[in-house]
């Protein structure tokens, strides 16, 4: 079985700089899919980044980028610029396509953003 | 049209009620999921619909019950939960063929 482990439950980081959220996960699988999802207090998950293990270039979508090294199974999440309404429950996930899009979550980090 | 919707928002419901949670999108996803959260833990998986059949039912007690009458609605019928059971309820759908899911607010689910 798939696991996916966020070893920080806690990060916070001052408007405006930048801050790096760790997951590192386990398969045997080649081909799966790595996702970042964010849950500010309102409860609503959202989808802030998307990575298929098959390319080798590192997703961006604006503020955010990720740092896929698939040899190493670890998936981290850079935000720059960090603003208030980044604050939010920051959650990695894995899965396997074609598996009946079972998606495994980690832990979550909790992430404060101080003015 | 990128919006899973769900009601109620909250639900508060003794142990011998029977209620029912929804869930509705309309962007054409065939794969509908449901999802169960306890305060500052990460979504756990209930059931997994893929093309109005259920592919993935994770152990869930009988007392929660999921049907999928079309390709648009999910609902989760509850009966005699345990005060154990309250919990956000997430819903969320995706393309069959697998990518990112797509999340509806929740429905925050009291039992007394």
């Known amino acids: 079985a798939q696991t996916v482990t966020q070893s920080q439950p806690e990060m916070s980081v001052q408007e405006a700089e930048t801050v790096t959220l760790s997951c590192t996960y386990d398969?045997?699988?080649?081909?799966?899919?790595l996702f970042w999802y964010k849950q500010p207090p309102s409860r609503q998950m959202i989808l802030v980044i998307r990575?298929?293990?098959?390319?080798?270039q590192n997703a961006t979508e604006n503020r955010f980028s990720v740092n896929f090294q698939k040899a190493a199974k670890s998936f981290s999440l850079k935000i720059s610029d960090s603003q208030l309404g980044d604050t939010a429950m920051y959650f990695c996930a894995f899965m396997k396509p074609y598996n009946n899009n079972d998606m495994r979550f980690g832990a979550g980090t909790r992430l404060t953003v101080k003015p | 049209d990128t919006e899973v919707t769900q009601t109620p928002k909250h639900l508060v419901m003794g142990m011998t009620n029977k209620k029912s949670l929804k869930c509705e999108q309309h962007m054409g996803h065939r794969a509908m999921y449901w999802y169960k959260q306890k305060a500052k833990k990460p979504p756990e998986l209930m059931f997994v619909?893929?093309?109005?059949?259920?592919?993935i039912n994770e152990s869930v007690p009988s007392r929660f019950s999921p049907e999928c009458p079309n390709s648009s609605l999910l609902n989760l019928h509850l009966h005699a939960l345990q005060p154990e059971d309250s919990a956000l309820y997430l819903c969320a759908s995706s393309q069959d063929w697998g990518g990112e899911q797509y999340f509806g607010p929740g429905t925050r689910l009291t039992v007394t």
């Open positions: 398969t045997s699988e080649s081909n799966y899919y």
């Open positions: 619909y893929s093309y109005e059949k259920l592919s």
């Open positions: 990575q298929e293990a098959y390319k080798q």
